[in-house]
């Protein structure tokens, strides 16, 4: 079992940037391709990016690419998501995802979900 608990969320002014983690515990993930995806009001969840913690490639939806970097860090089992140049649309609850599987994570369907943490955006 693997449970995964995000913080870092807040509230920030358009331009501004927030730095989500998601601090994973029960096991390493040192195999595992952690996730992020987001949730805004009256809308479905969607992929925002995923890393293979061992391999280290990265894939990112396209509303974010060139703003928001997703990293890992092996010593504390975490991962992060850095999002820069934030917008409005950005505002929404993150959650973080890993699951052995690539292909399950950014389809959406990872064995592992955390709660979230809501990121608000003002303009």
């Known amino acids: 079992q693997v449970q995964l608990v995000e913080s870092g969320g807040g509230l920030v002014q358009t331009g501004g940037s927030l730095r989500l983690s998601c601090a994973a515990s029960g096991r390493t993930v040192y195999n595992f391709v952690m996730g992020w995806f987001r949730q805004a009001p009256g809308k479905e969840r969607e992929f925002v990016a995923a890393?293979?913690?061992?391999?280290?490639?990265?894939d990112y939806a396209d509303s974010v690419k060139g703003r928001f970097a997703i990293s890992g860090s092996n010593a504390k089992n975490t991962v992060y998501l850095q999002m820069n140049s934030l917008k409005p649309e950005d505002t929404a609850v993150y959650y973080c995802?890993?699951?052995?599987?690539?292909?399950?994570?950014?389809?959406?369907?990872?064995?592992?979900w955390g709660q979230g943490t809501q990121g608000t955006v003002s303009s």
């Open positions: 890393i293979r913690r061992s391999g280290g490639s990265s």
């Open positions: 995802a890993a699951d052995l599987d690539r292909q399950r994570v950014v389809r959406g369907t990872p064995d592992y």
